[in-house]
């Protein structure tokens, strides 16, 4: 690491920037430099911002996605099929699938997936309160929209079983080549998927 | 742009963080997740840090420098010579230059180049104090160490024109092969003032 070279406010701003997703030390002293350039403009209205997120963001006790309220707006839609539960791992997935639009039901979020080699048990998700919920009589379906990682895949295999007993439907994402992709960049396991998969024309 | 998936809370704070510069926002939204999981660990802190930055840090009147004194800690630092005036174009330059620990005296940090087709004029640099500060009997050399662009080496150029009436020496950084660097890799004009500025072994 380089020596610092500014007063420890700034290098304590640099580092604490360094440690978000994608930025190294070095585009984080870029972003402190902006920051402390643009005062009114960007460092004040984001140090506000962030105090509100911190008094006012809470996770979802029912689903695990973070809002403002608990439950959170999704859980409390009237609008919103309840027959319908969407398992993610993580926020991130849910904010890409209420991007696309195309759940209209529930969420769940898992917060990880299995991982034994890292010492992620069941009892490291929020898998309890997912069995919980799709007891419930008006769930019918239960979504396993995981990523198709083995963990994501062997996750979603596991919760299967759990929810054989509860004679809920389980489904997954179907596998195929996306939309805009190109044949010549994708690996064979997506084009063994696609063609598998293949539908009558 | 993609809907808003989240409250206006968490929106705002991904608005925010797309500002800075290297995140777009879909890294912006990483970042922001990022914060949110990290609460304690990360949100906390860094919105302190922001609070405490923007108390306390200011614009040092004499070279231009960031730092939460005025004159900044470079300037009243006794143990510099005050014989030499590194002149560079913005703090990132400057921090840069200190990191590496070669430049023993002071600085004067421009806030740009000259550059007409975008209306910045001498009287949009910090170039007034500049010819103050090198009018002083103690500064014997002003550096214009300043980025090896057109507009770099034309704002020099003025620079140096500025100062010849004072008496005082200018000098600007050498340009060759970077060290650790590939000539395969290098452009024809860094290569031609390589083989220019040869040195006899």
């Known amino acids: 690491m380089a020596r610092n070279v500014t007063g420890p406010e700034i290098e304590q701003l640099i580092k604490l920037i360094s440690k978000l997703p994608g930025l190294g030390p ?15 403009q960007v460092m004040v209205p984001l140090a506000s911002a962030l105090n509100e997120a911190i008094e006012k963001i809470v996770e979802c006790s029912v689903c695990g996605n973070v809002d403002t309220s608990n439950p959170c707006s999704i ?33 769940h979020v898992l917060g990880g997936t299995l991982s034994p080699l890292d010492g ?18 008006e769930v019918t379906e239960v979504l396993l929209a995981l990523n198709v990682t083995v963990e994501g895949q062997s996750t979603a295999h596991y919760i299967t079983e759990q929810l054989i007993p509860l004679g809920v439907k389980t489904s997954r994402l179907a596998h195929g080549v996306p939309v805009g ?21």
């Open 120 to 137: 992620i048990g069941p009892e490291d998700l929020r898998l309890g309160k997912l069995i919980e919920r799709a007891s419930e009589t």
């Open 181 to 201: 992709g190109e044949l010549d960049y994708l690996d064979e396991g997506t084009l063994a998927a696609a063609i598998k998969a293949r539908k009558e024309l």
């Open 75 to 107: 859980c409390t839609d009237e609008r919103r099929d309840r027959s319908l539960i969407c398992v993610v791992e993580s926020v991130g997935d849910l904010w890409a699938l209420e991007r696309a639009e195309v759940i209209k039901g529930q969420y």
């Open 26 to 40: 070095r585009s984080a002293r870029r972003a402190a430099l902006h920051l402390i350039k643009k005062k009114d």
